[in-house]
């Protein structure tokens, strides 16, 4: 597939948790969509709210279509499954089948693997990179963890880069460290501690299990690192851009300048800020005609009326905040909406606002 630099075909959607990011996300691979485009947006939140705004059952790691798109466009979804992401990459280093085998049945790596699921910042980044390398996508919209994240999500490549060239790694990977009781004695010198530890919980069995791991790991270290590398300058791409979502709040909107400076420190590409659940305002005072009602019901709407232009103005100081701090880049005002979004239809009323 031929590609279009002069737009993003990669968008990273970034934010503090319960600012509406994930839907937000879906929107934008709707609208893509609706443009005709082919798109896919791939979340790692695991409340799973994706498939509840698409109005789907539940995502699997592999692409599903969304039903119901008018038009020539295409929209899939997934949810990232970080062990299996894992397993893929396994699979595709491995220098023979035998030690693929070996290495996806040892019990160290399984659980392992399977602990990563809480660690999921480097693997959306595989994921992510490997759906972008088949080219199938015109659009790719990434939902991410929450920005207290940042750091992780936006370090994970480079530090996968230096776990795979590390000398203390290196150095566990000796032949026959553990081959025999005197590796471990050798090993005893500087951790007795540890092993003591691992002694007491699984004996020489661990670290026999670990010896095979790592000695198996070895024979395709440098892929994993080149593999890491590659995900590391993706980021960097121009055709990648990150949207950084929130609300008017101000913690929200605190977090977003945070991870406005972590983009401008690791040299990414921004594009813009979505600002959602905004407070509109009404009409000024002078000009609502106040309804016939009694005394005591008018004073209670004239209080309700006057608080929520109060809201009004504090969220319109916060996106003049934004607007200032991204100077020409765009910013989008979504309005708080009256129902939950759930569905499609929900979705095209939020699209009208991009």
């Not at 920005?147 to 590390?166: G, Q």
Request: hydrophobic share 40%; glycine share 6%.
């Amino acid at each position: 597939m031929k590609k279009n630099h002069n737009h993003k075909q990669i968008l990273v959607c970034a934010g503090s948790g319960g600012v509406g990011k994930t839907t937000l996300a879906a929107t934008l691979a709707l609208r893509g969509a609706l443009e005709g485009k082919k798109s896919i947006v791939l979340t790692i939140d695991p409340a799973k709210r994706l498939a509840t705004a698409l109005g789907l059952s539940s995502l699997t790691d592999e692409p599903a279509t969304v039903a119901g798109i008018p038009g020539p466009g295409q929209m899939d979804a997934m949810m990232l499954d970080t062990k299996r992401t894992f397993d893929r990459l396994i699979e595709k280093y491995s220098p023979s089948t035998a030690v693929r085998e070996r290495i996806l049945n040892n019990r160290l790596y399984q659980h392992m693997s399977s602990m990563m699921a809480g660690s999921q910042e480097y693997m959306a980044m595989e994921r992510l990179y490997e759906i972008d390398q088949q080219g199938d996508y015109d659009l790719i919209v990434l939902d991410t963890p929450p920005t207290r994240h940042a750091l992780d999500f936006l370090e994970a490549p480079k530090k996968m880069m230096n776990i795979t060239s590390h000398s203390l790694l290196q150095w566990f990977l000796k032949p026959g460290l553990f081959a025999g009781r005197v590796g471990i004695g050798f090993l005893r010198k500087g951790s007795e501690k540890i092993l003591a530890i691992f002694d007491q919980l699984a004996g020489f069995a661990f670290l026999y299990e670990l010896s095979e791991m790592l000695s198996l790991i070895e024979s395709f270290l440098s892929g994993f690192h080149e593999r890491a590398e590659s995900v590391y300058h993706l980021l960097r791409e121009k055709r990648v851009g990150f949207v950084l979502v929130t609300t008017p709040q101000e913690m929200a909107v605190q977090d977003a300048l945070y991870f406005y400076r972590m983009i401008q420190e690791y040299d990414l590409h921004f594009v813009g800020f979505m600002v959602n659940r905004v407070h509109t305002e009404f009409l000024s005072e002078e000009g609502f005609r106040w309804p016939k009602i009694s005394d005591t019901l008018s004073r209670k709407l004239e209080v309700n009326y006057h608080n929520y232009q109060k809201l009004a103005e504090r969220d319109q100081s916060a996106i003049n905040l934004l607007k200032k701090v991204s100077k020409k880049k765009p910013l989008w005002g979504i309005p708080l909406q009256l129902k939950d979004v759930h569905d499609l239809d929900s979705l095209t009323k939020i699209k009208q606002y991009l």
